[in-house]
């Protein structure tokens, strides 16, 4: 079993900052490929950012490309998101999830269903 928790969601005004982290326990967090998703009132959950176990990137979603940013810390088992110069279409839910490989490639790494586990979600309030 794997355990995800995500913190440091909040309530920013446009054109803030934020950086989510997610601590990882119970697997050989190392290992593994990591991604953010977020999932906004009313619509689909939609990857945003992933990241191999060596810490390059899998891939980013072009509306946050040059303000969203992707990083972890094996030895602290935490994978992170910064967050610049937030929209308010940035509101949503954010997940982040743990790949069932070191790495993934191509469309694999957008999809939720080839996470294997998930984090309960921190809460993103833009606010224009």
């Known amino acids: 079993q794997v355990q995800l928790v995500e913190s440091g969601g909040g309530l920013v005004q446009a054109g803030d900052s934020l950086r989510l982290s997610c601590a990882a326990s119970?697997?050989?967090?190392?290992?593994?490929?990591m991604g953010w998703f977020r999932e906004a009132p009313g619509k689909e959950r939609e990857f945003v950012a992933g990241i191999t176990y060596s810490g390059g990137t899998t891939g980013i979603r072009d509306s946050v490309k040059g303000r969203f940013t992707i990083s972890r810390n094996n030895a602290k088992n935490t994978v992170y998101l910064q967050m610049n110069s937030l929209k308010p279409e940035d509101t949503a839910v954010y997940y982040c999830?743990?790949?069932?490989?070191?790495?993934?490639?191509?469309?694999?790494?957008?999809?939720?269903?080839?996470?294997?586990?998930w984090g309960q979600g921190t809460q993103v309030t833009v606010s224009s």
């Open positions: 999830a743990l790949y069932h490989q070191a790495y993934c490639s191509g469309s694999g790494c957008y999809v939720a269903n080839e996470y294997d586990y």
């Open positions: 119970g697997r050989t967090f190392s290992s593994y490929a």
